[in-house]
């Protein structure tokens, strides 16, 4: 799995399967929706890969994400929903006490809520920040946007989610 | 009427939406992020060591971002994941060649993917079996000669250099300690040195001297 090769679909797929699905669960709330990306995202690597030249993959993958993304949201033509809990829940282990499970599922289902009401074009920059790990530099590739954009609106919806998130820290 | 000559208080508001005064907002995400531009960090720095509200902001926006980065990464439905299996990875993953995200990687499917967990365990069994066999020495008219022949010439060497050695050591030795042989004088021999030199050199006292022949 060297950095400077191609990688083929099911690299992609189990390297970044879950970040892809975290992505668009965190900025649509909908497992749904999120599914259908990554299936609507594998597709098109897999055909995109025959034509990818060595370079920065992540800048290209999370390109096409995103564009994968915002054309889903078209075809729908629905806003995001609100976020299901389930799916919080898949990934907690049995060993935690029940107080901390429910105590990690509020904490992560109230940041959820909170996301969802910053704007679209805020929220996509904080989450391809904050869960995703791109640096401005990918991101400004990502969302096809001058650097300068990725950090005013980084910093303008960690702003607005933060005086939505209710409880103390 | 306010004085305009004076500096006006700023007018603070802290980070529930709106815009702080001080105007260094983006930066201090950027400080929080490690993506400052030259220049900035000192700006930065300088301004969060003495005013109280981009203090609180700064607090605020780096709450937001620990609350973003503790969201849990999700598992993908299986319906959704093609059924990609590890193949080489997972020797790799045996003899420790891989990165640590690799690994952790490996592990989280090794969770939830049977099929690749036996795939594991059978290379594991292979590998055991194989490191455990015995060394093998090779039978000897296999053995290559030239590194035989090279470690002859070797030795040869070091015993030619060994015996120099001890040789020069004892000539230096006998020459040390031995006294200088007394030769007899030849009289003889050393009368007609006497008699050549003074020839030559024509100052030789106590011996007749041969006049040069006069000129007719």
New interface residues.
């Given amino acids: 799995m060297a950095e400077d090769r191609v990688p083929t679909w099911e690299d992609v797929a189990r390297r970044y399967g879950r970040k892809i699905y975290s992505f668009a669960y965190r900025l649509t709330g909908n497992p749904d929706d999120a599914s259908d990306l990554v299936q609507e995202l594998l597709l098109r690597v897999r055909k995109g890969l025959a034509n990818y030249t060595p370079g920065s993959f992540e800048g290209w993958l999370w390109r096409i994400t995103r564009n994968a993304f915002l054309d889903d949201v078209r075809k729908k033509k629905r806003r995001p929903t609100s976020p299901l809990p389930d799916d919080d829940r898949a990934v907690l282990g049995a060993s935690p006490s029940p107080d901390e499970v429910l105590a990690s599922v509020r904490l992560s289902d109230d940041v959820q809520a909170a996301l969802l009401k910053v704007p679209m074009e805020f929220r996509e920059c904080v989450v391809l920040c904050d869960v995703v790990g791109l640096s401005y530099e990918e991101i400004s590739s990502a969302i096809d946007a001058p650097v300068g954009t990725v950090r005013s609106r980084i910093h303008r919806g960690r702003k607005q989610l933060r005086g939505l998130l209710t409880w103390p820290m | 009427m306010a004085d305009v000559t004076q500096p006006q208080p700023i007018d603070h508001v802290t980070?529930?939406?709106v815009d702080n005064a001080c105007d260094i907002?983006?930066l201090?995400?950027?400080y929080l992020?490690g993506?400052l531009r030259e220049g900035e960090l000192d700006q930065v720095v300088a301004h969060l060591s003495d005013c109280l509200s981009c203090i609180a902001?700064f607090h605020?926006?780096k709450?937001?971002?620990?609350?973003?980065?503790?969201?849990?990464?999700?598992?993908?439905?299986d319906?959704?994941?093609?059924a990609?299996?590890?193949g080489p990875?997972l020797s790799a993953f045996l003899d420790g060649e891989?990165t640590v995200d690799?690994q952790t990687?490996i592990v989280q499917?090794l969770e939830s993917c049977t099929e690749c967990l036996l795939e594991l365990q059978d290379l594991d069994a292979a590998r055991t079996a194989v490191r455990a066999l015995p060394g093998v020495e090779p039978p000897a008219p296999l053995l290559p000669r030239l590194p035989v022949r090279s470690q002859r010439t070797s030795m040869r060497r070091i015993a030619v250099a060994a015996a120099g050695f001890i040789g020069a050591a004892f000539i230096a030795f006998n020459m040390m300690t031995s006294a200088p042989e007394e030769t007899p004088v030849d009289l003889d021999q050393f009368a007609d040195r006497h008699t050549v030199r003074q020839s030559v050199e024509g100052n030789f006292t106590g011996v007749p001297v041969i006049a040069p022949r006069s000129s007719p």
């Fill in positions: 980070a529930t939406g907002g983006e201090m995400s950027a992020d993506e902001e605020d926006l709450e937001a971002r620990t609350a973003v980065r503790m969201l849990p990464i999700l598992q993908v439905p319906r959704v994941m093609p990609a299996h590890y990875e891989l690799e990687m499917h």
